[in-house]
């Protein structure tokens, strides 16, 4: 009985120590994905005003050899349309697209300096745009370490952690796009209701004036009209 009760209790000291490792490298997997996560390329994301006939730049210091995306979309005013164009230190323009509603531009860097990149509703005499970027610097780090010098394969905890990354990325990028398409058709439901409301009123004034003509047209048909009498005296 004795020796029993030794042998159960070294079973669940046994697995209790189990449990504990399995919970620390569990922790462990999760705390070097949210590391990874948070250390993903440098970038900057941006939603700002463009107002009629202007024009609005943006600089950034690159080095020489970096690859850098721009992605850029109008989300409200007017046709959905912006110019855009990048400079680079030289001042030579390697892009520019003119009344786009939305683009991607990439491109590897061959000077060292600050980079320009413009947004311009010039060409709009009153419409107000309101445009998204998106300007991501490099390529995200790999998510382990020595990822990109190891010669073995991934363990399956590894391969786990590489698939559930690229997922959170798959749904952060979803999640971008969505909430760009759900601001942008919000303001285009907006103008719309504002239209059918002025045109409501534009309605609802016609029929009064139709209404109040058609009742003094017919107050005129059966208005009786008494000729004047002159009197000649003899």
Not at 48 to 69: N, V
Not at 79 to 88: A, N, W
Not at 185 to 209: C, K, P
């Amino acid at each position: 009985g004795a020796a029993r009760g030794a042998v159960r209790a070294g079973m669940r000291g046994g697995m209790g120590a189990g449990m504990r490792v399995r919970a620390g490298v569990r922790l462990g997997v999760v705390a070097a994905l949210l590391c990874a996560l948070r250390a993903g390329a440098d970038g900057t994301e941006l939603t700002f005003e463009l107002p009629d006939s202007a024009r609005q730049c943006f600089h950034q210091e690159l080095q020489r050899g970096l690859k850098f995306t721009l992605d850029y979309q109008v989300i409200s005013g007017g046709h959905y349309d912006v110019d855009c164009y990048v400079e680079d230190p030289s001042g030579r323009t390697i892009y520019r697209e003119t009344k786009k509603q939305y683009d991607s531009f990439q491109h590897l860097t061959e000077l060292q300096g600050v980079y320009t990149f413009c947004f311009s509703n010039e060409f709009s005499t009153f419409s107000h745009k309101t445009v998204y970027f998106d300007f991501q610097v490099g390529d995200e780090p790999p998510i382990l370490p020595d990822m990109s010098n190891r010669v073995t394969a991934l363990t399956q905890m590894e391969s786990a952690c590489v698939t559930i990354h690229e997922a959170l990325n798959t749904v952060i990028d979803s999640q971008t796009h969505y909430r760009l398409r759900e601001a942008q058709d919000r303001s285009r439901a907006e103008d719309l209701n504002g239209r059918v409301s002025y045109w409501s009123v534009g309605e609802t004034l016609i029929l009064f004036v139709v209404s109040i003509g058609q009742v003094m047209l017919l107050k005129s048909f059966f208005t009786e009209k008494r000729p004047g009498s002159s009197g000649t005296s003899t």
